[in-house]
């Protein structure tokens, strides 16, 4: 056999053992759509991402072939604001079929558990967007109160999220559609809060975890690795950040706190002993925050030279807006990076916000103000 023969032949074979890129494919059947455009896309860590799209025609059919990932990996369809969420994890072929009315509800796809269980989360997501929009227009139509609407909220994606941890995360942390469950959006908000949450920064952790041993070379494990060690760095400065010391509680009458302004510097409630402090328990991205905080402007600027202060704790659970608008606020302004999940609300004994405290100049909690209108009468009485 001649050399020509020989680098002939090893061309052949070079390409017959994955000279080309593998591929994946996604068919399938989209009735009533005649006319439409049907886009694939990838969900990449960076964003929604085009890969392909097809005009639909009567019988509403289409094909789409993607180079096949190495780790597991999130794709969609999409007709309009309409989505199909799925995954991929190999060579396969991925078999829609639906129609436009129901296209995101009411679809078949295939016989793979992931894409069975990420059908099963669209759909519970769905429900529970459904029962969000009737409470928020509850609210809008002033039938609910804000703190109701705020309690109700709380409840619902609670009891949300508690499901989906035992039912689809705990029970298979190493599966593609616990990781698609991290990270679903209620509107355009994290479900799970990875760097703030304890008890979802666990649940990060736990699919890190797998991620990382099936796939340590994958870029979905080094992201989801690196996101639940932020959160765990996160969880134990702020378990560190509340001082609850029962000695400390009994000799100032307070549970003190330490936490964090906005230039990173640690501030301690009782290091403000001498002074009239309230204590207020508040998040700027709330409907109240504005008028809230011009109420406690206008006491500001008539006591804070006879003695009065401001403790301000933000349960905001955006870093950057907190920062923005605290920047503007002449008192004391920190961050608790729980949120609503501070071990603060139970050891304050308050369920919603705003709450407000006053502490007198012995650093002892002498009353809690139900309403912030009323706050000038109590702190008349200690100035």
Not at 191 to 205: M, R
Not at 279 to 296: E, G, K, R, V
Request: proline residues 2%.
């Amino acid at each position: 056999m001649n050399k020509t023969m020989i680098w002939a032949l090893a061309a052949v074979v070079f390409t017959a053992c994955g000279g080309h890129k593998q591929q994946f494919t996604v068919e399938g059947e989209v009735d009533g759509a005649d006319g439409k455009t049907i886009y694939f896309e990838q969900s990449a860590l960076n964003g929604i991402l085009l890969a392909d799209s097809a005009k639909l025609g009567a019988s509403g059919s289409f094909k789409f072939h993607h180079a096949a990932p190495e780790a597991p990996d999130f794709y969609r369809l999409r007709i309009e604001d309409k989505v199909i969420n799925f995954c991929v994890d190999s060579t396969e072929t991925v078999k829609v079929k639906t129609d436009y009315a129901k296209f995101a509800t009411a679809y078949t796809i295939g016989d793979s558990d992931n894409n069975q269980k990420i059908k099963e989360l669209s759909l519970l997501l769905a429900g529970l967007q459904d029962k969000v929009d009737e409470l928020s227009k509850s609210y809008d139509d002033n039938k609910i109160s804000n703190v109701l609407f705020s309690d109700s909220l709380d409840r619902m994606v609670n009891a949300y999220k508690e499901e989906v941890k035992s039912k689809y995360i705990y029970a298979a942390p190493n599966t593609p559609y616990a990781y698609f469950a991290l990270f679903q959006q209620l509107g355009q908000v994290n479900l799970f809060d990875p760097l703030g949450n304890k008890d979802d920064v666990k649940a990060f952790g736990a699919v890190a975890t797998s991620f990382n041993t099936l796939y340590p070379h994958s870029e979905r494990a080094k992201n989801i690795y690196n996101i639940a060690i932020k959160g765990m760095r996160n969880v134990r400065q702020a378990d560190a950040a509340v001082t609850v010391d029962e000695s400390q509680v009994g000799e100032t009458g307070i549970i003190d706190i330490e936490l964090r302004d906005i230039d990173g510097n640690i501030r301690k409630l009782s290091e403000l002993k001498g002074k009239v402090v309230v204590l207020d328990f508040t998040a700027y991205q709330t409907d109240f925050s504005a008028d809230h905080n011009l109420i406690l402007r206008e006491l500001y600027g008539k006591y804070a030279d006879k003695g009065m202060e401001i403790y301000q704790i933000s349960l905001d659970s955006n870093e950057h807006y907190w920062k923005t608008a605290a920047d503007r606020l002449p008192w004391v302004c920190v961050r608790e990076p729980r949120g609503v999940y501070s071990d603060l609300l139970n050891l304050y004994n308050f369920q919603s916000l705003p709450a407000v405290y006053v502490i007198n100049r012995d650093n002892e909690l002498s009353a809690r103000v139900d309403n912030v209108e009323n706050l000038e009468a109590t702190l008349k009485k200690l100035l």
